[in-house]
Structures are given as structure tokens and as C-alpha cells.
């Protein structure tokens, strides 16, 4: 069975303050690892797609990397606005289009 | 674009109501998703479509959970009769191919008391 696993599960950061999150993955074949960001009330906002080892994604103050195992979202330098939940989930070459999702990780930044 | 549209935003009923949940996609989208989110299982994909087809339903919970997309432009999820442990957030989902991420709508909060 696919799981994808999400660390930590809440992270508080002061403005500044750079971090990473983690989502190590066990599936039969990764087709692709994506990120999202969810804000409260709201559905989930695709952030990046990772289709395989050593690739790297940028976007503002998050970059996205993708090992045989894990990924990570690097968050530098975060500001307040940064502040959400974190999802990452996975495709697999048996999961044809569906998505399974990890738990997330909650990022409050204080400014 | 509007974006994915979900109706209501807010729904509480009482146990052993029926509950209809709807849905409307990005234009051009092929693949539809259902997903519910709860704090404790995150978020799980109950059913999805590709062409108004239903592809693979085998995370819809139990016979009390249906979908149907009568056309490209809408779908149902409907719960009868509900329960208090199916309160949670549904998700709709479109995809253009199933490839890329998909675009989320904002959800309906789900209650039953």
C-alpha cells in the first residue's frame, strides 16, 4: 500500500527564520510527487510537481527537491503570509491519475 | 476561469437525512475527484471520472455514499442517509488529464448532528 508521511506534523517559525519540511514516500513506482498549500477555509493550491530524483522547483521563498525516498519543501526566509499547511502527495505508474495525500504539516510564521 | 464551484459551502442535517454535495469543473477538464478531508485521515479520494465515466469508486466508504456526472460540467456526491461520522470537508477536484495537479474547489463543510 502507498503512504506518504509528512514531517512535522506543526512547525512555528519567526519571520526569517528558514526551515524544512519533509514527506518521505513508499510506493511501488513514483510517477510524480506534488506539493500544495492549503490555507484554512480553502481547498488545496498546487505548488509543484517533482517527477524525479535530484530535480529541484522554485517559487519565491520555497524550493521543492525529490530523492528516491523523500522530498523536502525548503521555506527561506518565510514571512507571515507563508503561513498554512503543507500537503504533499503522490502518483504512482499503478495509480493511473489518482493522487494519495500525506497528513500535512501546519507552518505558522510569526512576524 | 471561475474555477472548480461547490455547492453548499456549509451543510448541516440531522442523522438520517439525505445529503446532496455538487460540483462544477474547469471547463476542458477530463477528470473529476471526490476527496474527503478529515483532522484524523487527511485527505482520501472517495471516487473519480474521466470523461463522466466512473473510473474507480473503491474509496467511496459504504452503499450510504453515490457520485454521478450526468454531463461534463456537473457531478453529485450524495450521502443517504447520513451520519454523525461522515461530518468532515469534501473536496471536488478537476484535472485536464489526469497528469498535473489538480485545481481544488473550496469544499463543503459537511455536519451531522
Known amino acids: 500500500e502507498d503512504q506518504v508521511t509528512q514531517s512535522p506534523e506543526a512547525l512555528r517559525l519567526q519571520e526569517g527564520e528558514s526551515s524544512s519540511l519533509n514527506c518521505s514516500y513508499t510506493?511501488?513506482?513514483?510517477?510524480?510527487l506534488f506539493w500544495y498549500r492549503q490555507d484554512p477555509g480553502k481547498g488545496p493550491e498546487f505548488l509543484f510537481t517533482?517527477?524525479?530524483a535530484g530535480e529541484e522547483k522554485e517559487k519565491e521563498r520555497l524550493k521543492a527537491t525529490l530523492t528516491k525516498k523523500e522530498s523536502f519543501l525548503h521555506i527561506t526566509a518565510p514571512k507571515p503570509e507563508d503561513s498554512a499547511t503543507y500537503l504533499c502527495?503522490?502518483?504512482?505508474?499503478?495509480?493511473?491519475?489518482?493522487?494519495?495525500f500525506g497528513k500535512g504539516t501546519m507552518l505558522l510564521v510569526s512576524p | 476561469d471561475a474555477g472548480v464551484i461547490q455547492s453548499p459551502r456549509h451543510e448541516v442535517t440531522e442523522m438520517g437525512q439525505e445529503v446532496t454535495l455538487r460540483c462544477k469543473p474547469i471547463?476542458?477538464?477530463?477528470?473529476l475527484f471526490w476527496y474527503r478531508q478529515t483532522m484524523m485521515r487527511g485527505l482520501e479520494l472517495l471516487i473519480y471520472?474521466?470523461?463522466?465515466?466512473?473510473?474507480?469508486d473503491s474509496g467511496m466508504p459504504e452503499d450510504r455514499f453515490s457520485a454521478k456526472m450526468p454531463n461534463a460540467s456537473f457531478s453529485t456526491l450524495k450521502i443517504q442517509p447520513s451520519e454523525p461520522r461522515d461530518s468532515a470537508v469534501y473536496f471536488c477536484?478537476?484535472?485536464?488529464?489526469?497528469?498535473?495537479?489538480?485545481?481544488f474547489g473550496s469544499g463543503t463543510r459537511l455536519t451531522v448532528v
Open positions: 477536484a478537476s484535472s485536464l488529464d489526469g497528469n498535473y495537479g489538480y485545481t
Open positions: 510506493v511501488s513506482g513514483l510517477r510524480g
Open positions: 517533482l517527477y524525479s
Open positions: 502527495a503522490v502518483q504512482t505508474n499503478s495509480g493511473y491519475s489518482t493522487l494519495t
Open positions: 471547463s476542458g477538464h477530463d477528470y
Open positions: 471520472f474521466n470523461n463522466n465515466v466512473p473510473i474507480d
